[in-house]
C-alpha cells in the first residue's frame, strides 16, 4: 500500500517552495535596495531581517492548511485499521471525525511544526546577517552569496522540517484511535529504525528506541530515547532520530512474548523437554489409543 504520507508531505514542501521562492527574491531586492541607499549595517539588518517573521506567518498559514489534512487522515485510517484488525471479531470503533480531532489537527500539530519553522527561519536570518557584514564584497557578490546559503542551507533545512512535522502529524493522529482501542501497538520501520521494525509494546507504553550508528560518523552513536510513536519528542530525542525517518505505528491485538523477566537460563529450561514428562508425540497417542 502506497504511504499516503509521502505524497501528502510533498505537495505540502512544492506549497512552501513556492513561498521560499518569492522570499529569496524579496531578500534579493531588498538587499540591492539597503545597499543602493548606503545606509548603515544595521539599517540592512532590519530590512533584510524583518522580513523573517512575515514568512514564518505565511509558512504557519500553508501548514495549518496541510497539517490538519494529514492528521484527519492518520485518523480516518486508523478508524479504518482498527475496525478491521481482526475479521473475525470486527472492532465497535466510532467511524466519526470529531470537532476535537479537528482542533487537534489544526492546532497542535500546526504548533509542533512552526517550532520546528522557527529554527529555520534562525538559520536564515544568521546566515544574511554574517553575509552582510562582508558586504564590501560588492552588491552582485554579497546576494549570490545570500542565494547560496539559502539554496544550500535554509531551504533543505525547511524541507527537513516539513517532512518531519508531517510524520509527527501522522503518527501523533493515529496514535489518538489506538489508545482508546486497541491493547497493543506494533512499529513498522519506513526507511530508518531497521531493530525498531514489528516491535510490540502496550499501547500506553513507549517504544525504546536502542542507540543508533551515526550514518555521517560510524565511530560515534546516536542515544537512544523514548517514543509513544515515530516522531514523537517527549524525551527529547536526538534530532538525527527525526530526520529521514518514515516509521509507522499500526493497531497489535496480541502483545509481546511475555518473557520481560525471564532470564536466558529460564528461557533455556522452559524449552528443554522434562525427563519426567516425556513429549507425546502423534505416534504414542495413536498407540495410546489403539490400547483403549
Same mark, same amino acid.
Given at each position: 500500500?502506497?504511504?499516503?504520507?509521502?505524497?501528502?508531505?510533498?505537495?505540502?514542501?512544492?506549497?512552501? !517552495?513556492? &513561498?521560499?521562492r518569492?522570499?529569496?527574491?524579496?531578500?534579493r531586492?531588498r538587499?540591492?535596495?539597503? #545597499?543602493?541607499a548606503?545606509?548603515?549595517?544595521? =539599517?540592512i539588518?532590519?530590512?533584510? !531581517?524583518? *522580513?523573517?517573521?512575515? *514568512?514564518?506567518?505565511?509558512?504557519?498559514?500553508?501548514?495549518?492548511?496541510?497539517?490538519?489534512?494529514? %492528521?484527519?487522515?492518520?485518523?480516518?485510517?486508523?478508524?479504518?485499521?482498527?475496525?478491521?484488525?481482526?475479521?473475525?471479531h470486527?472492532?465497535?470503533?466510532?467511524? $466519526?471525525?470529531?470537532?476535537?480531532?479537528?482542533? &487537534?489537527?489544526a492546532?497542535?500539530?500546526? $504548533?509542533?511544526?512552526?517550532?520546528?519553522?522557527?529554527?529555520?527561519?534562525?538559520?536564515r536570518? =544568521?546566515?544574511?546577517?554574517?553575509?552582510i557584514?562582508?558586504?564590501?564584497k560588492?552588491? *552582485?557578490k554579497?546576494?549570490?552569496d545570500?542565494?547560496? =546559503?539559502?539554496?544550500?542551507r535554509?531551504?533543505?533545512?525547511?524541507?527537513?522540517? /516539513?517532512?518531519?512535522?508531517?510524520?509527527?502529524?501522522?503518527?501523533?493522529? %493515529? @496514535?489518538? +484511535?489506538l /489508545?482508546?482501542?486497541?491493547?497493543?501497538?506494533?512499529?513498522?520501520?519506513?526507511?530508518?529504525?531497521?531493530?525498531?521494525?514489528?516491535?510490540?509494546?502496550?499501547?500506553n507504553?513507549?517504544?525504546?528506541?536502542?542507540?543508533?550508528?551515526?550514518?555521517?560518523?560510524?565511530?560515534?552513536?546516536i542515544?537512544? #530515547?523514548?517514543m !509513544? @510513536?515515530?516522531?514523537?519528542?517527549s524525551? $527529547?530525542?536526538d534530532?538525527?532520530?527525526l &530526520? +529521514?525517518?518514515? #516509521?509507522?505505528?499500526?493497531?497489535?491485538?496480541?502483545?509481546?512474548?511475555?518473557?520481560?523477566?525471564v532470564? =536466558?537460563?529460564d !528461557?533455556?529450561?522452559? $524449552?528443554?523437554?522434562?525427563?519426567?514428562e516425556?513429549?507425546?508425540?502423534?505416534?504414542?497417542?495413536?498407540?495410546?489409543?489403539?490400547?483403549?
Amino acid at each position: 500500500m502506497t504511504d499516503p504520507v509521502i505524497s501528502m508531505s510533498n505537495a505540502f514542501i512544492k506549497d512552501v !517552495l513556492v &513561498e521560499l521562492r518569492a522570499e529569496r527574491s524579496n531578500i534579493r531586492s531588498r538587499i540591492r535596495y539597503a #545597499c543602493d541607499a548606503a545606509n548603515s549595517e544595521e =539599517d540592512i539588518e532590519v530590512q533584510i !531581517l524583518g *522580513t523573517g517573521e512575515i *514568512t514564518l506567518s505565511r509558512l504557519r498559514s500553508i501548514a495549518s492548511r496541510h497539517i490538519e489534512a494529514i %492528521y484527519l487522515e492518520s485518523v480516518a485510517r486508523s478508524i479504518t485499521d482498527i475496525a478491521t484488525i481482526d475479521h473475525y471479531h470486527p472492532v465497535s470503533i466510532p467511524a $466519526n471525525i470529531t470537532k476535537a480531532d479537528r482542533e &487537534e489537527g489544526a492546532v497542535s500539530e500546526t $504548533n509542533y511544526l512552526m517550532s520546528l519553522l522557527a529554527t529555520t527561519v534562525k538559520i536564515r536570518n =544568521d546566515a544574511i546577517k554574517r553575509i552582510i557584514l562582508s558586504r564590501s564584497k560588492g552588491i *552582485t557578490k554579497l546576494i549570490d552569496d545570500v542565494e547560496a =546559503d539559502i539554496n544550500r542551507r535554509w531551504i533543505p533545512r525547511i524541507e527537513e522540517d /516539513i517532512r518531519i512535522g508531517c510524520n509527527h502529524a501522522w503518527n501523533a493522529g %493515529y @496514535y489518538t +484511535r489506538l /489508545i482508546e482501542h486497541v491493547p497493543f501497538k506494533k512499529w513498522v520501520s519506513g526507511s530508518d529504525h531497521d531493530d525498531m521494525n514489528a516491535v510490540v509494546v502496550p499501547v500506553n507504553e513507549p517504544f525504546k528506541v536502542p542507540d543508533q550508528i551515526d550514518p555521517e560518523n560510524l565511530t560515534k552513536k546516536i542515544p537512544g #530515547c523514548l517514543m !509513544l @510513536y515515530p516522531g514523537d519528542i517527549s524525551d $527529547n530525542p536526538d534530532r538525527r532520530h527525526l &530526520e +529521514r525517518c518514515f #516509521c509507522r505505528i499500526v493497531p497489535c491485538l496480541k502483545g509481546p512474548v511475555e518473557t520481560a523477566n525471564v532470564t =536466558d537460563e529460564d !528461557l533455556t529450561t522452559a $524449552n528443554e523437554p522434562n525427563e519426567e514428562e516425556p513429549v507425546e508425540t502423534k505416534k504414542s497417542r495413536r498407540k495410546r489409543g489403539d490400547e483403549e
